[in-house]
Structure formats: structure tokens, C-alpha cells
């Protein structure tokens, strides 16, 4: 993930708390994708409920793993298959 800089403008790392809460909106960015996959015209932010920076950066970490891609058309690309183990938990919530 990426570092902050202090108020003396050293870098810093970012939480463990704020980590946790960036792979969680991966993980809820990458079900979006697939469960909306059909869908056009969505916006991310407000179907994850977070701020648009945080989409931002858990789409860049899902294409760094190779999960998502974006075509020379701004199409997103899905690869493999949907997330199996967070949909079976948002579905007994």
C-alpha cells in the first residue's frame, strides 16, 4: 500500500487498521464488478459506499494482482471467477 507523508514530511506507513479497511473495499469492489458485470454506467464509490480515492486504490491493487484489467476501450475486464468466499458471506448476513 502507499505511505503518508508526517508533518515533518518523513514517510509513514499506513495503519494496520487503515490496510484492513483498503483490502476490505477490494474485496467488496471486486464482488461489485462481478455481480454488476452487465451493468453500464455504474459508479463504484457509491455502490461500496466509500470515497471515491479508496475505489481508486483498491481497483489499482485488484489489477496490480491480476484480477480486474481495463481495456484500451475503459472496459473493465474481469479474470477468474467471482470471489466465493465473500459472496457466501454477504449472503448469510
Known amino acids: ?3 503518508r507523508t508526517a508533518d515533518d514530511g518523513a ?6 487498521a487503515r490496510l484492513a479497511v483498503q483490502l476490505l473495499i477490494g474485496a467488496v469492489v471486486l464482488l461489485a464488478l462481478w455481480r454488476l ?3 453500464v454506467l455504474i459508479s463504484f464509490a457509491a455502490i461500496v459506499a466509500a470515497e471515491r480515492p479508496s475505489v481508486t486504490l483498491a481497483l489499482g491493487s485488484l489489477r496490480d494482482r491480476g484480477l480486474v484489467e481495463r481495456d484500451a476501450d ?4 474481469l479474470h477468474g471467477g467471482p470471489p466465493v468466499e465473500l459472496e457466501a458471506a ?3 448476513s
Open 1 to 3: 500500500m502507499s505511505t
Open 11 to 16: 514517510p509513514r506507513r499506513a495503519s494496520p
Open 37 to 39: 458485470r452487465d451493468v
Open 74 to 77: 475503459h472496459v473493465w475486464l
Open 90 to 92: 454477504l449472503q448469510a
